[in-house]
């Protein structure tokens, strides 16, 4: 799990991402900022944790057909500056394999240092189960593209990824199904999620020709 420290001019934000090799951590699209740096290791965002390592990013690769409006393609791959050291605390996630379908009913979970409420901050990285829903619950959502999202989350939990979680993976039994991409800010519809498997060919094309 990475945590995404972003500055976009004088303005700063954050998001999660993950690390998928030993130098680049895939995130949102939206997450794109003037300056990222990584922060791998961490729990409590606000002390100074042993197992922390900060790698500021060389090179940051959005999707080329990201759509602002639309938040198709919200996908990105930060190329890091040194490789990160692997070890107890900082590990790669798997990615599934191009075009694999994930169940709808499977169980998943999504981390992050989003807000747990409306005002409410959290500086410790917190965890949620979600269940991966059929894509027709995401109707609600006029941009909601079943082949490159996936609809997550049952509505009426009061469960979901929430602002600063973007770009955090949906692990489904160790394999990292999905990206946190957006939610309509109330808990009682599904997430989405930007489908990771039909991007596979994509990051494997851009992973290969850095090595």
């Not at 394999?175 to 808990?187: H, K, L, M, P, R």
Request: a positive charge; aromatic letters at 10%.
């Amino acid at each position: 799990m990475a945590y995404l420290y972003i500055q976009r001019g004088d303005k700063s934000s954050y998001c999660g991402g993950f690390l998928v090799s030993k130098n680049f951590v895939l995130t949102a699209a939206h997450c794109n900022g003037d300056n990222i740096t990584v922060y791998l290791g961490a729990h409590n965002i606000q002390k100074w944790e042993q197992s922390r390592q900060k790698i500021s990013v060389g090179c940051r690769i959005p999707h080329p057909q990201y759509n602002r409006e639309t938040l198709n393609n919200d996908i990105m791959l930060l190329q890091l500056s040194r490789n990160a050291v692997l070890n107890n605390w900082v590990r790669l996630i798997l990615l599934p394999s191009a075009n694999s379908r994930v169940r709808p009913g499977s169980m998943c979970s999504v981390a992050g240092w989003g807000l747990t409420g409306r005002n409410s901050r959290t500086d410790t990285l917190r965890e949620v189960d979600l269940k991966v829903m059929r894509d027709n619950m995401c109707r609600v959502y006029r941009g909601y593209n079943p082949s490159a999202m996936l609809c997550v989350g049952k509505p009426g939990l009061g469960k979901s990824p929430y602002r600063g979680d973007s770009g955090g993976p949906l692990a489904c039994d160790g394999v990292a199904q999905g990206i946190t991409s957006y939610g309509d800010g109330n808990f009682y519809h599904p997430s989405v999620f930007t489908r990771l498997s039909t991007f596979i060919p994509w990051i494997q094309n851009i992973l290969q020709k850095q090595h």
